[in-house]
């Protein structure tokens, strides 16, 4: 196994320093897009309400209090930005408007997420003074909001209310997942815009207190910390992974974007050590296929890994991949290359770009008029709650765009 290990990190090493790859397929991938698109708001429309998936062909959608409500409008600015349509930017700002209420969700963590890849991508790309003067009020609510998650003596922000696991006798009290470091860029900019320290304070004890207890000796990541109500970490397991000693694809891009961003945001060098090796265990990884699309979980039916969730009864015939991690992972790379040196700089990039190339291709990138408007097929929302298996995600498309986006204007 070791032998193993090592023989694919070298050739993987070799492979990804020396191959330039090509990024011309980017402007072709944002008209594919833009088109494709114009069914999913089509599809949306006749809703009102956030497009999320789709089951049996049928788009799933779900209102403003959801984790992924912003992911909607973010893939509209980013595709307005790319191609300057004006309708799309008429759409963008509905979506986002749409989601004002969200400010005040504060019965999980996800408010980052929600606010901040729509208010935030609005900000960025909306070229009206008025308008963008009141997105960063929305935005700066919505991070008191999200400190109304965060106990001092804990030190960290809340994901879940109570909750069971898995094995049906653990309660956990305050969990904490590993996702939860995507919340923490919204923080970052209240900062920046009001300076009060007080949101950056928050997001670098979160970050800290992650790094300690989330990661394993190889840096590979739990899904689920609980902590006591000092801010002791007291289990350690997972809801959306394999088991609890597996390592859950998209929890381990969450990590990877998340220790990337707060690097970017406060140039701290642990979190750039963190990102940069919790990278080299997802690269690097020997379960993970040839076209770097992780499996849902990099433990998957392995041997010696035990589930408390009786995966059988799913009669799945194949482990499903993860585009959205793989989206995610390659979104955070290219951020990742750009703070690295060296041999990690080139690996990093070319290993993004070789992610979003075949995200771009027919296996994963739908044809036009299916996939109910959707990009980006054989994503996992939740194997263990037999929910979004092998379908397409509203966030996978998000991080694909972001990721092409960041890949266009890197600067050479
Ligand atoms: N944050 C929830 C998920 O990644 O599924």
Redesign the pocket.
């Known amino acids: 196994m070791i032998k193993k290990y090592l023989l694919t990190t070298l050739i993987l090493a070799l492979t990804l320093g020396m191959t330039p790859q090509k990024t011309d397929f980017i402007d072709e991938t944002f008209k594919k897009a833009e088109k494709q698109y114009e069914l999913l708001i089509k599809e949306s429309n006749q809703t009102n309400k956030f497009p999320r998936t789709e089951k049996e062909g049928k788009l799933i959608v779900t209102n403003e209090w959801d984790?992924t409500g912003g992911f909607f409008p973010g893939s509209l600015w980013l595709i307005y930005h790319q191609t300057g349509s004006e309708k799309i930017k008429n759409d963008a700002i509905k979506w986002t408007e749409a989601l004002e209420k969200a400010k005040d969700l504060d019965q999980h963590h996800?408010i980052g997420f929600v606010m901040f890849c729509s208010y935030g991508n609005a900000i960025k790309y909306l070229d009206n003074p008025q308008k963008v003067t009141e997105y960063r009020d929305i935005i700066l609510h919505s991070s008191n909001t999200a400190l109304k998650r965060f106990d001092e003596k804990v030190g960290l922000i809340k994901s879940w209310n109570e909750k069971k696991a898995w094995d049906n006798k653990t309660i956990w009290k305050y969990p904490v997942?590993i996702?939860n470091m995507m919340n923490l860029e919204m923080l970052s900019y209240a900062t920046k815009e009001t300076g009060n320290s007080r949101y950056i304070d928050v997001a670098n004890s979160h970050a800290h207190k992650t790094m300690e207890n989330h990661f394993r000796e190889d840096f590979s990541t739990y899904h689920v910390v609980d902590y006591d109500d000092k801010g002791k970490a007291i289990h350690k397991q997972t809801n959306?992974g394999f088991s609890d000693q597996s390592t859950w694809a998209?929890g381990q891009a969450?990590a990877i974007y998340g220790f990337t961003m707060m690097y970017k945001e406060t140039n701290n060098p642990a979190y750039l050590k963190t990102a940069q090796e919790a990278a080299k265990f997802y690269i690097y990884h020997p379960n993970l296929p040839k076209d770097k699309i992780p499996y849902w979980d990099f433990n998957a039916n392995e041997k010696g890994y035990q589930s408390d969730v009786d995966f059988s009864a799913r009669k799945l015939t194949y482990i499903p991949r993860d585009a959205s991690a793989a989206a995610i992972t390659a979104s955070a790379l290219i951020d990742l290359s750009s703070f690295s040196e060296g041999k990690d700089k080139k690996m990093f990039l070319n290993f993004a770009k070789e992610t979003l190339k075949t995200l771009s291709s027919p296996t994963y990138f739908a044809d036009p008029g299916t996939n109910s408007g959707f990009l980006l097929k054989h994503s996992v929302?939740?194997l263990p709650h037999n929910s979004e298996v092998d379908g397409p995600l509203v966030y996978a498309d998000y991080y694909f765009l972001e990721g092409l986006t960041r890949l266009k204007e890197l600067k050479k």
Do not use: A, K
Request: hydrophobic letters at 35%.
């Open positions: 984790w996800d997942i996702d959306q998209r969450w929302g939740s």
